[in-house]
């Protein structure tokens, strides 16, 4: 049987990230209610789980995959609740293809994106590569072994299967070529067909009927001929290793061979020689087939060998025994197929005991409907609230414009202040006076100004990161691909928008209550003065002892009474409006779990209902006694001031009482407003520190990705192939010597020495001289080369791309083989006996020869110096044909 031998996906790789400090700053700014030591240790082992995750992509183990499943879970986990985005949290993952070669020049494609499903796309491509992996080192003599590779490649098949779904709508911008779904198709298909692969293996082991291994083995191929079809689209053919698509495509002729192989023993079986000799060269040929395409990765040879062994005795039977007629291939029956291996689902968790680190924390959106509940809550809150304090607030004013409860106290006499004004005095007094007011009046400017302040910022820091990303786009165009700011800042614009709206409704309230403290300053300031001054500021009426015990004063009494029992219940029933409690966070999780969704506004509404019902009916009864109360305190009072009609001197008493009362009932309300005021303003700053933090981030953020985006332009702009240079001119390339220098002509060499023989050989003419081609250019030229020898100065490095270049074409070495120098002493400078570098060498002369005069671009083998305007070129110190005096056949000695 074949040896087992599978493809695996190699894992994608990334670089390290910091979870800690930006999720550290969303759950402060979020999840303001809990407590930092529910979450700060899970901050630190989220971080190092990640980083396992990095550190072990090389370790093909299941320790590996238990990790890279608890950060998967533990993503999923938080996806609810930290929601890692581009306008959320902006936590930036680079990720690599997990195809290609890294390089200098080119590298792997790399996609970064602040995006929490991006990270989970890629984590979980990682898992269905390890998974494969560990099926391709699994052992498949064993049946465990090939249980545990069908089981990888299934659950492998499955992941890929699920990304190809989900990975465009997880990932916003075009994704690295691994995760395109054409790609994810293909892998998908190839491990399907691997698993397959593992059960005919297992099935073939078992030795099982032949008819159900050929049903195997044909679907087999059926498998690997539609993952070969995914791997050879056009659009991804280019990204696998060389010999994927030649493995896949011997696998298939392999396994569509050994389908007619088995499908042959069970024609023999049925004395069906005809057709077993034609199954079993059929299957001869795609086994041939399967070597041709699958090169090295061919690993049936003892299946070909079998066949063809059989193939020969069975052919050999018929041929003396049977004499069965051999059918063509086409009118062979189809083979069968047994689909047993398929792409199993992803399910979730991936680990069976998964914990989530953040189980502290509830979904985001059960906490926002956590908010807005409270929200609401709040308004019911409110608006019962002031419907009791508009209720007292009428009340107080109806009293005061009747002068109640002071007239009736004010009977007695003896010209001294009424109980009721003396105690309203103490009362101020005790709250600090008017002093207390007017510091609260100080404070609300300064508050207002310090949010303007931070809502300013918040404007300025979101107009900057807008127009330099404008600016930028304008800039690069199409290149710039990151995602537009106006579409990221919109939550942010909308949120300091709403504090915007929220700081002006104040400032009209501000304005009301400050109109309001300057009319009743006076009375205040009366109130706060001691009792002594107060009753001597107050104007003197006479004694009306006769009206103190009249019906109409004794009803007013049982009266205020009332009053004074009202307003006591308003109190408790305020306190117990304020401090009702509500379970919400378990009914929205409830919810969230059984439907998959929090239907805020119909569980909220069922349940304020249910708890401020009876409450709402308390405050409406409530303000019904108090309309008949003041009916009968209205007119109690008639009748009590025209008993008082005959006394005129104590009108003016009255209109002071009144304005005294009207001054206590301000306070108390001025004070309230100005301190809650007060605490809306501090509060308000906080959670405008907040939105000016994330908005903060969210620009630093942005800044980094804008900066990291400059950086890969930057790089692929210098990483562009430069244009051809264009043509030099004319007069760069000479392609005769000037007119004014003189043509040479090469000596003939002299003959050799005389050596044992009588006849010294004859010297063959000098060749003429070489035809030459300078280009003018800015570096040293390449120095031609010789056939038959190489210079030593030749093997210099060769100049670079913008350098001059030197094309010279020489003749063949005429002397036969050339025989290497003797090795040049060290120290030895053959430039020594002619002075300054640039300075000619002397020009050799012969016997029988004019002397040579000296040219100004030369010939071959010197360096000629170029014109006025080029480059100096290195010059022969030797001149003419490189000789020696005393050996004319030596080579001249190698440049160093």
């Known amino acids: 049987m074949a040896a087992a031998v599978y493809l695996s996906v190699p894992a994608k790789s990334t670089i390290e990230v910091d979870f800690a400090k930006p999720l550290q700053k969303f759950i402060t700014t979020t999840f303001a209610n809990v407590a930092a030591e529910n979450y700060e240790q899970s901050l630190v082992e989220f971080n190092k789980l990640r980083s396992q995750v990095i550190n072990k992509l090389a370790d093909k183990h299941e320790s590996t995959l238990d990790v890279l499943n608890r950060y998967y879970d533990q993503l999923a986990a938080i996806e609810s609740k930290l929601p890692i985005a581009e306008n959320q949290i902006r936590i930036n993952f680079k990720w690599y293809s997990a195809f290609g070669k890294d390089s200098i020049f080119g590298g792997k494609k790399s996609l970064s994106i602040a995006s929490g499903t991006y990270e989970k796309v890629c984590v979980l491509f990682n898992i269905a590569a390890l998974q494969s992996q560990l099926a391709e080192n699994q052992n498949h003599d064993s049946d465990d072994g090939l249980k545990a590779s069908a089981k990888y490649f299934q659950n492998a098949s499955g992941i890929f299967s699920h990304l190809k779904d989900c990975v465009l709508s997880h990932v ?41 291994i050929a049903k195997v083995a044909q679907q087999c191929s059926d498998l690997y001929s539609e993952a070969l079809t995914l791997l050879q689209l056009n659009s991804i053919k280019d990204m696998w290793p060389r010999d994927w698509t030649g493995f896949v495509a011997g696998r298939q002729a392999a396994f569509h061979s050994l389908a007619e192989y088995h499908q042959a023993q069970v024609a023999g079986e049925k004395k069906a020689f005809g057709e077993q000799i034609a199954r079993l060269q059929h299957a001869c040929e795609l086994m041939q087939a399967a070597e041709t395409r699958a090169g090295n990765t061919f690993k049936f040879t003892d299946d070909k060998d079998r066949m ?109 202040l009424p109980q009721s004004v003396l105690e309203k005095a103490a009362k101020i007094s005790e709250l600090g006076g008017i002093t207390a007011i007017e510091k609260l009046m100080q404070e609300l400017p300064e508050s207002l100004q310090r949010n303007r302040e931070i809502l300013d910022e918040c404007f300025r820091l979101l107009d900057d990161e807008q127009t330099s990303d ?103 029933m305020e306190v117990e409006i304020k401090d009702t409690k509500f379970d919400m966070a378990s009914k929205f999780m409830n919810a969230l779990a059984a439907d998959g969704i929090v239907n805020q506004e119909s569980i909220s509404e069922q349940e304020l209902d249910t708890m401020f019902g009876p409450l709402r009916g308390q405050v409406n009864d409530s303000l019904h006694r108090q309309e008949t109360l003041l009916a009968e305190i209205q007119r109690a009072n008639s009748e009590f001031a025209q008993a008082r009609q005959s006394n005129q001197s104590a009108a003016e008493r009255d209109k002071v009482l009144k304005d005294l009362a009207e001054a206590f009932d301000g306070y108390m309300e001025l004070k309230n407003n100005l301190e809650e005021g007060n605490k809306f303003y501090n509060d308000l700053t906080q959670l405008l520190l907040r939105c000016q933090g994330k908005i903060s981030d969210f620009c630093f953020a942005r800044k980094t990705e804008r900066d990291e985006l400059m950086k890969d332009l930057q790089r692929t702009i210098a990483n562009q192939p430069t244009q051809t240079p264009p043509a030099a001119p004319s007069y760069h390339q000479p392609t005769q010597q000037p007119a004014e220098a003189p043509k040479r002509t090469a000596p003939a060499r002299p003959p050799p020495p005389a050596s044992g023989s009588t006849t010294a050989p ?18 040293s030229v390449a120095p ?66 004019p002397p040579q005069a000296p040219q100004q671009y030369g010939g071959y083998p010197g360096y000629p110096t170029q014109p006025q305007g080029g480059y100096p070129m290195p010059q022969n ?20």
């Open 308 to 416: 063809n062994r059989q193939l020969q005795t069975v052919k050999k039977d018929n041929d003396f025994i049977y004499h069965d007629i051999v059918p063509g291939v086409k009118t062979l029956s189809p083979i069968g197929k047994a689909p047993i291996a398929k792409p199993l689902p992803l399910t979730a968790p991936l680990c069976n005991n998964f914990k989530d680190l953040f189980d502290k924390l509830v979904p985001l959106a059960v906490h926002q409907a956590l908010g807005v509940f409270d929200s609401r809550k709040a308004e019911i809150i409110n608006q019962e609230v002031s419907r009791l304090r508009e209720a007292t607030t009428l009340l107080n004013s109806v009293l005061a414009s009747l002068n109640l409860p002071a007239a009736i106290e004010d009977l007695s006499g003896g010209g001294k």
């Open 470 to 572: 404008q600016q930028l786009r304008t800039q690069f165009k199409e290149r710039w691909t990151r995602t537009a700011s106006e579409k990221l800042t919109e939550t942010l614009r909308a949120e300091i928008a709403k504090y915007k709206g929220i700081l002006d409704t104040a400032v009209q309230a501000d304005t009301v209550v400050k109109t309001k403290y300057g009319s009743l300053r006076n009375g205040i300031q009366m109130l706060s003065k001691s009792p002594g001054d107060l009753e001597s500021s107050m104007p003197s009426a006479a004694q009306q002892a006769q009206l103190n015990n009249s019906a109409a004063v004794k009803q007013l009494r049982d009266l205020m009474k009332n009053v004074d029992t009202i307003k006591a219940e308003r109190e408790a």
């Open 877 to 896: 110190p030797y001149g003419g044909y490189p000789q020696q005096q005393n050996n004319p056949y030596q080579q001249p000695p190698q440049w160093r």
């Open 172 to 212: 916003q911008q075009d994704p690295t070529p691994d995760l395109s779904p054409d790609a994810l198709s293909a892998l998908s298909a190839l491990m399907v067909a691997q698993a397959q692969d593992c059960f005919f293996r297992k099935a073939r082991k078992d030795r099982m009927k032949d008819a159900i």
């Open 784 to 849: 031609p080369a010789y056939s038959g020898y190489t210079p030593a100065y030749a093997a210099a490095p060769a100049a670079s791309a913008s350098a001059s270049s030197y094309t010279q074409s020489a003749p063949p070495y005429p002397y036969g083989q050339y025989q290497p120098p003797p090795p040049v002493p060290m120290g030895y400078n053959p430039y020594a006996m002619y002075g300054t570098a640039g300075q000619q060498p002397p020009q050799q002369s012969y016997p029988g020869y």
């Open 762 to 779: 004859v010297a063959p003419p000098r060749p003429p001289p070489v035809s030459q081609t300078y280009a003018a250019a800015n570096t």
